[in-house]
Each structure stands twice: as C-alpha cells, then as structure tokens.
C-alpha cells in the first residue's frame, strides 16, 4: 500500500513562504513522477506543479516563478518551495505520486494565506 504524507502547511501573510513536503513509502522512488495540486474552496482541484523522473519540471502559469518542485530520490521526498504568497494560493494541497496508469494521493495539507 502506497503512503504519501505531506507536511510543511500552515498560515503565513502575504508575500510569505512555506516548503511542503510529501514523503511516499516506495520502494524505488526514482520511477514516479510526482506533482502538487491543490484544492480551494468552492473550486476544482488544479495541477501546480510537476517533476518528472528526469527532473523536468512544469508549473502553472498562477505559481511560475514564485514557487519550485523538486525531489529527493535518496529520501524518496517531493518538495514545493513557494515564495511571495498570495491569498489567492490559500487551498489543500496534494501531493500525487504516478507511474503509468498508477496514480496515489496524499491526505493533503492547508495552505492559508492571509494577514
């Protein structure tokens, strides 16, 4: 069974930032690619941002440039550095871990932004 758990979340002001981290208990994690999404209230989940297995990263045009995916084989860990937060990034944010048809989901972690 796949575990992913994600930490890092919180309540920061304005022009803040927070790293998330997302932990999946895998035996090779080097094979997944991996992504954040999030979710706000009242709307639909949304892709933020995604690394693949060769490090190749893209991001939503919302978060480019304030915040960045990476991911650490060794600790089989995902991260998302955001910088200069806005309110508008305040949501649950998930982390997903997928491999072809595979495809695994954190318990998700709040993100709150405000002053």
């Known amino acids: 069974q796949v575990q992913l758990v994600e930490s890092g979340g919180g309540l920061v002001q304005p022009g803040g930032s927070l790293r998330l981290s997302c932990a999946a208990s895998v035996r090779i994690f080097s094979i997944y690619a991996m992504a954040w999404y999030r979710q706000a209230p009242g709307k639909q989940r949304e892709l933020v941002a995604r690394?693949?297995?060769?490090?190749?990263?893209n991001y939503a045009d919302s978060v480019k440039g304030r915040f960045t995916i990476s991911r650490d084989n060794a600790k089989n860990t995902v991260y998302l550095q955001m910088n200069s937060l806005k309110p508008e990034d305040t949501a649950v944010y998930y982390c997903?871990?997928?491999?072809?048809?595979?495809?695994?989901w954190g318990q998700g972690t709040q993100v709150t932004v405000s002053s």
């Open positions: 997903n871990l997928m491999r072809l048809s595979l495809s695994y």
């Open positions: 690394i693949t297995t060769e490090f190749t990263t």
